[in-house]
């Protein structure tokens, strides 16, 4: 499989994209996880454009320095509010009401693409072109967890996420196997596209090491792999710092017996912390992109990470690879990288090289011309050019 920023149902427009007249996008968001991130890189790549984005957000609200990180971009206006995700338990009273409001908001901003980070929203009755960047779903995440206990109730989450991809005019993902997982679960006709998410390098840079390994995400969550991990950790050598939160949205809290848990952190606490560790540990049953990694691979740590499709895909020479269900050999990679410094330094390396090749810069042009291309008078063009891939 050839690396993400080679793979493309639809050939780039560059400088062609010129000419085209882009003002202003309708961009829906989260502030809960990675998409928020994502989506605030895009904003300030999209600034050298003049391009200016509404950025409609859902869910739990923005915290203040959430908050204070958008103010930053002075093409970037948020919109709040507290309607639900559609990936919530019984969500779709709101998500149905939040679809009005959106309506209203696009309507009233004259906006000229729409953006969405989620798929229900897609078969709105929209007045322009309409863009669904997937990063995650929900029956693929049973599928890498526990697909043996898929709940009957995904039922409708599944037909409007169908319906969402099936009215979307394009649909990008940032990985291969993201948007084959897609296809097998959904069966869309719509045109797709792969574009890399990038990290930009302001915060994220190589320091001193220290003797410690690093792990992000949510340790309520079992695509990360985190109970793995805490198993993994009374053997290995050094100790393991978790980042995330240990409160389940049902209420209660989760806790690790061997892994050294720090919670929550800003961005720049975790740009301090990635800094300071020498190996990344990302046991995840599913990720469909992996921006930690990333973001770790850009500070200089050596990435020892589970074996699936889409981090394969990402850093398949520039990483250790492992079984996810394989204990002794998570044990055994983590303490061959402890007890050789220039294998470790070489790895760390390999990491960075690959991750300045992810751009920020890049993805935000490749989306400008995803945006500009479906402004383009004869639609049907887009999909022809998608099928010849």
């Not at 309506?103 to 906006?111: F, G, W």
């Not at 078969?123 to 206990?149: G, M, Q, Y």
Request: aromatic fraction near 8%; charge should be negative; charged fraction near 25%.
């Amino acid at each position: 499989m050839g690396r993400i920023d080679e793979i493309s149902d639809i050939d780039a427009l560059g400088p062609a994209a010129e000419l085209r007249s882009l003002r202003r996008i309708l961009m829906t968001a989260d502030a809960v996880g990675g998409v928020w991130t994502y989506s605030l890189d895009l904003a300030a790549g999209l600034q050298r454009r003049n391009v200016e984005i509404i950025l409609a957000v859902m869910g739990p609200r923005p915290s203040e320095k959430q908050r204070q990180d958008a103010r930053a971009l002075q093409n970037l206006h948020l919109a709040e509010s507290d309607f639900e995700l559609e990936w919530m338990e019984s969500p779709w009273e709101s998500v149905d009401a939040a679809g009005n409001w959106l309506l209203e908001l696009a309507a009233e901003r004259e906006v000229d693409v729409i953006h969405l980070n989620g798929y229900s929203h897609a078969r709105l009755p929209w007045n322009c072109p309409c863009l669904v960047a997937a990063h995650s779903c929900v029956n693929s995440w049973w599928k890498a967890v526990a697909p043996e206990t898929t709940p009957p109730d995904l039922a409708e989450y599944t037909k409007r996420v169908a319906e969402g991809l099936n009215s979307a005019s394009l649909v990008i993902a940032p990985t291969a196997a993201m948007l084959e997982m897609l296809k097998s679960f959904y069966l869309f006709s719509a045109p797709t596209r792969i574009i890399a998410n990038g990290c930009s390098t302001a915060s994220f840079w190589p320091a001193e090491k220290t003797c410690e390994i690093i792990t992000i995400g949510r340790l309520w969550d079992e695509a990360k792999g985190m109970h793995f991990l805490d198993e993994v950790a009374q053997s290995v050598k050094w100790p393991i710092y978790a980042i995330g939160n240990t409160l389940h949205p049902a209420g209660n809290s989760v806790s690790a017996s061997h892994l050294r848990t720090l919670g929550p952190l800003t961005r720049e606490e975790i740009a301090n912390r990635l800094r300071a560790s020498a190996i990344y540990a990302a046991p995840a049953k599913y990720e469909p992109f992996g921006l930690a990694i990333l973001e770790a691979a850009l500070c200089g740590c050596a990435l020892v990470l589970s074996d699936i499709p889409s981090l394969r895909e990402n850093w398949h020479d520039s990483a250790i690879l492992v079984d996810v269900k394989d204990h002794a050999a998570w044990e055994k990679a983590l303490n061959q990288l402890i007890e050789m410094p220039a294998y470790r330094n070489e790895l760390s390396n390999s990491a960075r090289t690959r991750a300045l090749e992810l751009k920020p810069e890049e993805m935000s042009e490749r989306y400008f011309d995803a945006y500009c291309e479906l402004l383009l008078p004869a639609p049907a063009g887009l999909a022809e050019k998608s099928s010849k891939k």
